[in-house]
């Protein structure tokens, strides 16, 4: 990284840290407690730019790249925030950015730079399917100058926070085509026209306070011209989201891994049994010093991944690794602090059971870390496919 791409991240990392310490550790343990959306911290974060970091400046964005946009999401998570509540704009917005038409990208990226339209949901996994894409069912049927929609998908997430949403659906029937990730195409969905008119929304209540849901598709009638780039190639269009999308998540893991590290550090400073700062004792500083080293390890990957997708290589392998060595680091970080904090851990007063609730999600989603072991082992190994 040059000084002058460091000196831009720091700009960003200072601004960031000044709006999130307008919405301190209260206002989020809040929001857990009324199982809420943080609506004014995500109006002010869209307000000062920052969700429209990666739209160009043509459509008034601020034109950076993955990594810029990386260092903003870490940055809600280490002042003790949930980025989780943000993130869908931005590789969401990729999506649209790649494959859509000019048409859509002038009408859609300029309101969601302002703020006036937000997209934040994307509309993949389905219950029978799970991370098995290429096998989902639900359906896009062609007629005239509207697609008709039906199927059900699951873990859809602040769909009720949401203007726009990314489906993707079968065009073409599995049995008719010669690769299975054909057939498969993407669509901008209007959710204020969506739902009640075709689209059912049902909540699913979850141990972290992320807004999530199951969508059931009953003969939706979408226009034509919401399909974004060419019919049948959506799989491989969202395959590129999904890159940016482990990247980002990666960065969140590693903002919440540092967030972990400070309070227990601080604790440990602080804490005085038998006479002594309890991070005297080698017991206690040896687990956060390894956490340190592996939140550090992950933070290198993560650049790797942001480069290669920033210069348009596949950034597959790195962004999946980054994702995996994140997750484990901001995992075991979170188990660190609680274990120095002891009892006091468990009480909400000192936010270390809700950030702990929160990083576990990143062992699941997005992908497993199974999953991502299996993708190594396939694609960097070549080993015999698991599945």
Known sequence: MTPEQ???LNFIREGVRGLCAEFPAEYWRKIDEEKGFPEAFVKALTEAGWLSAMIPEEYGGSGLGLAEA???????????????????QMYNMFTLLRNGSDEQKSYYLPKLASGELRLQSMAVTEPTTGTDTTRIKTTAVRQGDKYVVNGQK????????SDLMILLARTTPLAEVTKKVDGMSIFLV???????????????ANMVNHETNELFFDNLEIPADSLIGEEGKGF??????LNAERTLIAAECIGDGRWFIEKASAYARDREVFGRPIGQNQGVQFPIAKAHIEVEAADLMRWRACEQYDRGENAGASANMAKYLAAEASWAAANVCLQTHGGFGFACEYDVERKFRETRLYQVAPISTNLIMSYVAEHLLDLPRSF
Request: aromatic share 4%; glycine share 14%.
């Open 190 to 204: 209007d959710l204020r026209q969506a739902i009640g008119n075709g689209l059912t929304v049902q909540p699913i």
């Open 70 to 88: 990386s260092v903003i999401l870490e940055e809600v998570n280490r002042c003790g925030g949930n980025s989780g509540t943000i993130h869908g």
């Open 154 to 161: 699951v873990w859809i997430s602040r769909v009720q926070h």
């Open 236 to 241: 491989r269009y969202i395959l590129d989201g």
């Open 6 to 8: 460091s000196e831009e």
